[in-house]
């Protein structure tokens, strides 16, 4: 049996799926808890806030190209999903996996990116590093 996601985690990734195929991101603050954590692929400690969840999230979706979703998955309680995604950073091709959890509201309040192979991270790190400057370790961290 499928587990199913809960109806506002389901509207809300409805959401996120329509930005994404957009390429606007500018919604994403309306779907996100104000305490929402950011774990990212490049760096050890999470941020904390709607804020850095936006920063860090945009960004990144600037920096890939050629960016589609293959799989998902939704945990036995219906808060979460797994995504599989497929991208380019430059030259780089990755393969990655978004964990996304909901509450009960269908905000966000938890975004952990995974990321493959090393080069390809790397790439994103650099790129990341030259659009964000010191932004992102302004917010947060633990």
């Not at 390429?23 to 305490?35: F, K």
């Not at 774990?39 to 850095?52: E, G, L, T």
């Amino acid at each position: 049996m499928t587990p199913t996601l809960h109806p506002a985690a389901a509207a809300s990734l409805t959401q996120w799926h329509d930005m994404v195929a957009a390429q606007d991101l500018s919604g994403l603050h309306a779907i996100t808890h104000p305490e929402a954590v950011f774990r990212s692929p490049v760096a050890h400690k999470a941020y904390h806030s709607a804020d850095a969840v936006v920063l860090a999230v945009s960004t990144a979706a600037s920096v890939f190209s050629d960016f589609a979703y293959h799989r998902e998955a939704a945990t036995a309680d219906g808060l979460s999903v797994v995504l599989e995604f497929s991208a380019k950073v430059g030259d780089k091709s990755v393969k990655g996996i978004d964990f996304i959890r909901f509450n009960e509201d269908g905000q966000i309040v938890d975004f952990e990116v995974m990321m493959r192979p090393l080069s390809g991270v790397q790439a994103m790190a650099e790129e990341m590093g030259q659009r964000l400057g010191g932004l992102l370790p302004a917010f947060k961290a633990s």
